[in-house]
Structures are given as C-alpha cells and as structure tokens.
C-alpha cells in the first residue's frame, strides 16, 4: 500500500472534481491518498508520502503562481519520489491539445522550471459561463470566439474526458 499526495489548485471546482476521482479509482487499488488544495501546503509534512501528484488549472493563460513555488521549493523531495503533474483546461477541448507535448499552456509551464515530471497529463475542463463574472465571461466566450468554441452565455458544458482521469487514477496506482 503506498501513501499518494495529491496537491492541487483550483479555481472554480474542476480540478478539485478531477482529484477526487482520482481519489475514488487509487483507493480502489488499496492505497492511500491525502488531497491537499495549494493554499494548505505549508502545513504538509512531505516526507511520509510515497508519491506525488499535483494538478492546476490555467487561467489566462497560466497555473497558478502557488503551484510554481510549491514545485520549486519542493523539488529535492519530487526528484527522489515517483510524480505526476496533470494540467486542466479548456484548450484541451481539441483532443489534440490533450497531448501533452501539443498542450502551449503545459509546455510553457514546464519550460519555467528545471523539474521534469515522470508523468504528465492533460484534462480538458469545463465552461460555465453563468457562474463568472461579466469580464470573465466576456473575455472566456471572446477567447472561445476565436477558437470556434461555445459562445452561448448560458452555456455549461463539461469537456472532462472521466475515462482519462480513471486511467491516469490506474497509472498513479501502479507508478
Ligand atoms: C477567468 C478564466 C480564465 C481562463 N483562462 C483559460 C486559458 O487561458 N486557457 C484555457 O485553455 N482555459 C482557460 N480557462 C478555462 C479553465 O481552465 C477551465 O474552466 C477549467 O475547468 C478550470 O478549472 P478549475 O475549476 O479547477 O479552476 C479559463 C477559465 C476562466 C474562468
């Protein structure tokens, strides 16, 4: 039985959905996994975990800045564990855009940092445009616009593929 943290950060709920299916699919397989969101990590005490995975969200075109830090600060500790970083967003939607070496967000993020993760994964998200704001929801459905996505304001429309997040919960269980 190994013992797998899953820090993560979120914006509007997506990828904290994303963990705790994660959560469901690796505890199936008898281990043990502790999901943390960002904004607790410096309670955590690293050294017990066995594995890591850590998961954001893009937003305007990033991850969240905490998660840079928490990588950077931690990277003795995620070079001698077996990890995993998966990204969510709404490029992704393209199924092309969910290979990771064709996803810009995810390689610009990598290229920032000197941690190459041992595996990594795209998920594309969700639009909800009723929940956001005016400027958010202007800017997303601009940006959806551009891209020949969903432009209608009252559109939710979930692109999370599940049976991707089982199949990486499976990956992380046997890593
Ligand atoms: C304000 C805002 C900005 C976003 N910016 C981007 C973006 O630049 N590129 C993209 O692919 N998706 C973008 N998205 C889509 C999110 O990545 C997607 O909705 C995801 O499911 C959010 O996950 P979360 O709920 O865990 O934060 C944006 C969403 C919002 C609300």
Same mark, same amino acid.
């Given at each position: ?60 075109? !990033?991850?969240? +800045? ?6 950077? %600060?931690?990277?003795?500790? $995620?070079?001698? @564990? /077996? #990890? ?12 092309? !855009?969910?290979? +990771? ?6 390689? %610009?993020?990598?290229?920032? $940092?000197?941690? @190459? /993760? #041992? ?31 969903? @432009? ?24």
């Amino acid at each position: 039985m190994a013992n797998i943290l899953i820090i993560y950060s979120t914006t509007d709920g997506q990828t904290r959905d994303i963990c705790l299916k994660l959560q469901e699919i690796i505890e199936q397989q008898q281990h043990q996994v502790t999901i943390v969101p960002i904004q607790d990590e410096s309670d955590l005490e690293l050294t017990g975990f066995d594995k890591i995975v850590i998961g954001a969200s893009v937003r305007y075109g !990033k991850h969240s +800045p905490k998660i840079v830090d928490f990588i950077e %600060k931690n990277q003795l500790f $995620l070079e001698s @564990t /077996p #990890n995993a970083f998966f990204s969510v967003n709404l490029v992704a939607r393209k199924p092309e !855009k969910r290979n +990771p070496e064709n996803n810009p967000y995810l390689q %610009k993020f990598l290229k920032q $940092l000197s941690w @190459t /993760p #041992n595996k990594l994964v795209v998920f594309a998200g969700k639009v909800d445009y009723p929940s956001y704001g005016i400027l958010d929801r202007s800017m997303i459905r601009l940006i959806m616009w551009m891209t020949k996505g969903p @432009t209608d304001p009252k559109a939710v429309i979930e692109y999370t593929d599940w049976n991707q997040v089982e199949d990486f919960g499976r990956i992380i269980g046997k890593m």
